[in-house]
């Protein structure tokens, strides 16, 4: 899906949270919280997981493998992720809007979405977003798959905001956006009903 195209074609999931049930039984996804970027139901979906840090990968070393000079105190503020399985060779900066260049997909009024390398030499330079997180891969999804998931009790979908999308306590995320519902993840049933 390109990122022009997905602009114009926003669906309902677009900008919101997808929280895993606990009877997620893909284990790349088990108590994973995924920001959607893009939503379509014609032409799929695409998210990133903020809530997997990759502990053995750092911001600093990939800018190091890309030549990109940098300041210590701009690297230690990224936290890398595993933003999902699909490409995971290719890097996704998610952050604030309050950068925006040519090739960043504002999702909605608060975050947007780059890819290009100018965005993390303005990072390394201490020039970048106020706020970002960096996502190595991502979740996509087919035409009309993430809906049948959804239908199928894999995932709830949340509000998203900055605060907990950009929270470097990772191993609360989960409960906390499930916690946006008014819901604890003990109050949940893994199996799906219909009348």
Not at 61 to 85: S, Y
Request: net charge negative; glycine share 8%; with cysteine.
């Amino acid at each position: 899906m390109s990122f022009s195209r997905a602009k114009s074609s926003a669906g309902y999931l677009t900008g919101q949270l997808l929280v895993a049930m606990p009877g997620m039984t893909d284990p790349r996804f088990e108590r994973a919280v995924i920001y959607m970027c893009v939503h379509s139901m014609d032409e799929g979906a695409m998210g990133l997981i903020v809530n997997k840090p990759l502990p053995d990968v750092r911001f600093g070393d990939i800018l190091q493998n890309l030549k990109i000079p940098a300041r210590a105190e701009c690297c230690a503020k990224v936290q890398v992720h595993r933003g999902g399985p699909v490409q995971t060779q290719l890097g996704f900066i998610l952050h604030s809007s309050d950068y925006q260049k040519e090739g960043t997909l504002v999702v909605d009024s608060e975050i947007s979405l780059s890819t290009t390398t100018e965005i993390l030499r303005a990072i390394a330079e201490g020039s970048g977003p106020t706020q970002n997180l960096m996502a190595l891969g991502y979740a996509g999804w087919d035409s009309r798959q993430l809906d049948d998931e959804i239908k199928r009790n894999a995932w709830l979908n949340v509000p998203a905001d900055a605060e907990l999308l950009f929270s470097r306590d990772y191993d609360s995320k989960w409960a906390k956006a499930l916690g946006k519902l008014g819901i604890a993840a003990h109050q949940l049933s893994s199996t799906a009903g219909h009348c």
